[in-house]
């Protein structure tokens, strides 16, 4: 107590925080201060001066200051992302431990290096320029996807999220950090982009060979369900109805055949009407067409004359189908 500690030694006491009652029962803290009095050649007072000034209102906001710095240092180590204060160099002055397993630095370590040390060095010159306009009062923040130096070794995506803290003044005090890890959800969309990649050329492969399948297909077909109509024609007397309703079967069989083939064209053509357009030897095509047409012409005896056709602008698959469309109208409805 300074006023047992002033009457006992002689000497003043000063500045003496204290809490005391009020008469009604409430604390207050005090700051106390005394003085001692002595007779005239007396070596001990006999009594002392104090003084008390009310502090209660600064003690009250040093401890509520008190409490919310638990509160953000507990929510920050406990934060599910890394979080840290850095200094106005760059230094690192308050790291969480999620910040620590992200990078695999020990608190010690980091608290020891500049964020410019772990940063990888394709993406410092940006993460450089976002902090040079927090500091000229550009922005209030920024957020940016950026690569860590793992301790490991390895790089670690992370994004970046930065705002500055500033006194009251307006002078810049320290830069806040968020660091979340993306390395998962960047692994997760380059392989989505692989998948695409995948699944496009996959694609394109199955419609090449469905329109190379179903096109090679039309002529065989067509073979089938015309030798089934020739041999009817030919030698219907001589067959049993069993054998005539065979023949019938392998006829609607071989057009039900060529009306899904002919379907399947017909799909493969639609993904490929994207192709583009070029020089085409029509004549070239028109001798590939008549090629598949030639079982046909000389079963029908039929005569195709034809100047020689020019190259063309076009699109070659679609070339080939109208001349495959002209030629096999012209030998299905001749008289």
């Given at each position: ?9 002689g ?35 006999h ?28 929510a ?23 910040l ?26 940006s ?43 307006g ?61 009817r ?6 067959l ?21 083939v ?6 493969a ?67």
């Open positions: 107590r300074p006023v047992q500690t002033t009457l006992r030694t000497q003043p006491c000063r500045d003496v925080v204290l809490r005391m009652c009020n008469a009604g029962g409430q604390v207050q803290w005090m700051l106390v201060s005394t003085q001692p009095l002595r007779e005239p050649g007396a070596e001990k007072p009594a002392c001066v104090a003084s008390f000034r009310d502090i209660t209102p600064l003690k009250d906001a040093e401890l509520a200051l008190r409490h919310s710095e638990r509160r953000f240092a507990a920050l180590e406990h934060a599910p992302i890394g979080m840290a204060l850095v200094a106005l160099d760059g230094r690192f002055t308050l790291v969480n431990q999620a620590c397993r992200i990078t695999g630095y020990a608190r010690e370590e980091l608290l020891q290096r500049d964020f410019s040390s772990i940063t990888h060095p394709d993406d410092l010159g993460d450089q320029a976002n902090v040079r306009r927090l500091m000229a009062g550009q922005q209030a923040a920024y957020q940016m996807d950026k690569r860590y130096l793992h301790r490991l070794g390895h790089v670690v995506w992370a994004r970046l999220s930065v705002s500055l803290l500033r006194a009251e003044s002078r810049p005090q320290h830069f806040i950090a968020q660091v979340d890890d993306i390395a998962a959800a960047r692994a997760a969309q380059d392989q989505l982009v692989n998948f695409a990649e995948d699944l496009r050329r996959s694609n394109k492969d199955l419609e090449q060979f469905a329109y190379v399948a179903s096109h090679d297909l039309q002529s065989p077909l067509r073979g089938i369900v015309g030798f089934a109509q020739l041999l024609r030919d030698a219907g007397p001589k049993s109805a069993t054998q005539l309703e065979y023949l019938e079967h392998i006829a609607d069989g071989g057009k039900r055949l060529q009306s899904l002919s379907g399947l064209l017909a799909y053509r639609v993904g490929r009407a994207q192709e583009p357009s070029g020089p085409v030897d029509s004549e070239a095509v028109l001798q590939r067409v008549l090629l598949q047409f030639h079982r046909e012409i000389d079963e029908r005896g039929a005569r195709i004359t034809h100047e020689v056709l020019p190259w063309v602008l076009g699109v070659e698959t679609e070339i080939q189908q109208l001349l495959q469309n002209l030629i096999g109208n012209a030998l299905k409805f001749q008289p």
